[in-house]
């Protein structure tokens, strides 16, 4: 699957949560302009960007002020891996987060999306396993996934690296009751190591691990 073409902007569907990579993210998807999107990225086989909303609405409101829409600075790409017409005019929307990224300027096309301009891939997560002192997270994790698997209205990704250390920091990230600041602040943290010592603290400061 295509990531993006050097130098084209890059499509944003502004969201108030932050997508990871590696993560599955559901959209139900309604308004004119994302509907076009998707039937884009599909036909094309490219993904759009996420990002978290920092402040503006996620569904365009009539009169709406552009200038009043700010979002962070570094999203991840999400590719399509489902799409379901589930009414006139609304699609089920499954997408996988794929790179990080971030872009320098954005401006509203005719058509209402939200287009990037300067986008530069950031380099995914070293593979290094969780150190021996974060092992008490990962079976947690572990027995978590376990719970959530019977739940038909989880979003899991499908695959599983207990192994590696961004992979079960990002599955805690999008599990724990964070701050969408946090949340986000964590997604960018370049190193895994250190993202996953930030969740084991967080677990042991609530006594959950």
């Known amino acids: 699957m295509n990531e993006i073409a050097g130098g084209q902007p890059l499509a944003l569907f502004p969201l108030r949560t932050v997508l990871f990579p590696g993560g599955r993210l559901s959209l139900k998807v309604f308004e004119a302009r994302y509907l076009d999107l998707v039937a884009s990225c599909l036909r094309e086989r490219r993904p759009f960007g996420v990002v978290c909303l920092l402040q503006g609405g996620e569904v365009r409101q009539s009169g709406g002020a552009a200038k009043d829409t700010r979002f962070e600075p570094v999203g991840v790409l999400a590719h399509l891996a489902d799409v379901d017409a589930i009414g006139t005019g609304l699609l089920h929307v499954h997408c996988d987060g794929g790179s990080r990224f971030r872009w320098q300027s954005v401006h509203e096309g005719a058509d209402g999306l939200w287009l990037a301009e300067g986008i530069s891939l950031l380099p995914p997560d070293p593979a290094v396993q969780p150190d021996e002192r974060h092992q008490a997270t990962v079976l947690a994790l572990h027995r978590a996934y376990d ?63």
């Open 147 to 209: 719970a959530l698997a019977h739940r038909p209205q989880a979003e899991l990704p499908p695959e599983r690296h207990f192994d590696d250390a961004g992979w079960v920091a990002n599955r805690w990230c999008e599990l724990l009751p964070v701050p969408l600041n946090a949340r986000q602040q964590l997604m960018a943290l370049a190193d895994p190591l250190q993202r996953l010592a930030l969740v084991d603290e967080f677990l042991r400061g609530k006594q959950l691990i």
